[in-house]
């Protein structure tokens, strides 16, 4: 929006914009000039001209008003009470100064329809109508003029009503598009959120795990401890690769990657650790295949940090379940701390991805250690109970 046009459904927000929409309400009382005539030309005596110019004031004062704020939540009661004085106005000026004054009425009709919802300007506005016949009848030669309004007054007023009805969709939708932005938004921070708490949890764990393993190595073994130095070095690198991809979003994990990954971090936090060979991933969307890695990260993360395992087994099976095909993840371990955090954040984080993917998620204590069972659909066949 620039600092002169004021789109539709919009407040102005300055001086100007008050200005252009006052323009642009004010410019249909062109159509006023029958009174001005009337009083310029139509040999009132000065003090009917007068009541006359100060009447005419007070009826547009009144109808810009209303108009103006039309959409700005006033009661129904009040604009009914404002719509009853411009009609009061109206059939007053009409009765006293001619039929000249009887477009009045079709202002009164508009107003009706701009600041009433649709099932009280269906009303309304006829009213308005049926008021305007009978001041026509009323004032001498008015019924001449009765068809040159009356179809304008309806025309108008029914017409203002689907103007204010468009006015109050594009506020939604502009509210509803600002909703959608902000939820956007909130989603890319969760996104964020959950790639680095799984990306640094990990990589972080392990370094730390390789630290203490090269101090403990350096008195009499300092060649293995350069070596698990030259490692901390490789994840190190690795992590911050990472980081960068998930902050571009661009980063979907493999799950081959992760199992070789999940063997070093075990190996290094002296777990014996019982994984699968390399399996094949045909027939498994990228996004499902994604989803697992992120879990299998997690799962050895929480193993490593929390559990204090002296035993961790991971699998990989496919199914076949009633809702089809499914690729299942478990990894157990012996250990008794759990996840260290309950249903914390890790958790909370791959039940979102799993949900995205269609896939589930089941965590929770297993016999004398925990378990984590992640499912993801496959588009392929599923062997019942064969590893993947």
Known sequence: ???????????????????????????????????????????????????????????????????????????????????????????????????????????????????????????????????????????????????????????GGFAMTGVRELVRTTIALREARATVAQLAANEERLRLARDLHDLLGHSLSLITLKSELAGRMLPDRPDEAAQQVADIEQVSRQALVDVREAVTGYRRPRLNAELAGARVALTAAGVTAELPAEPGFDGVPEESESALAWALREAVTNVVRHSGARRCTVELVRRQTLDGPVLELTVEDDGSGGTGTGDGNGLAGLTERLTKAGGTLEAGPFKYGFRLVARVPTAGPADVGSPA
């Open 1 to 155: 929006m620039n600092d002169v046009g004021v789109g539709i459904g919009q407040r102005p927000v300055n001086r100007r914009q008050r200005v252009v929409k006052s323009l642009w309400t004010g410019i249909w009382l062109v159509y006023l000039s029958a009174p001005v005539s009337d009083l310029l030309h139509g040999g009132h005596s000065t003090g009917v001209r007068i009541l006359g110019w100060l009447g005419l004031a007070a009826f547009v004062t009144w109808y810009m008003l209303l108009v103006f704020r039309t959409g700005r939540g006033e009661r129904n009661g009040l604009v009914l009470g404002s719509l009853g004085v411009l009609a009061a106005q109206s059939t007053l000026l009409a009765l006293t100064l001619g039929r000249e004054w009887m477009v009045l009425f079709v202002y009164v009709s508009i107003a009706s329809g701009a600041a009433l919802p649709l099932r009280m300007a269906r009303w309304t506005v006829p009213g308005a109508c049926a008021v305007l016949t009978a001041v026509a009848f009323a004032v001498p030669d008015g019924h001449s003029y009765l068809a040159g309004l009356l179809i304008p007054a309806l025309l």
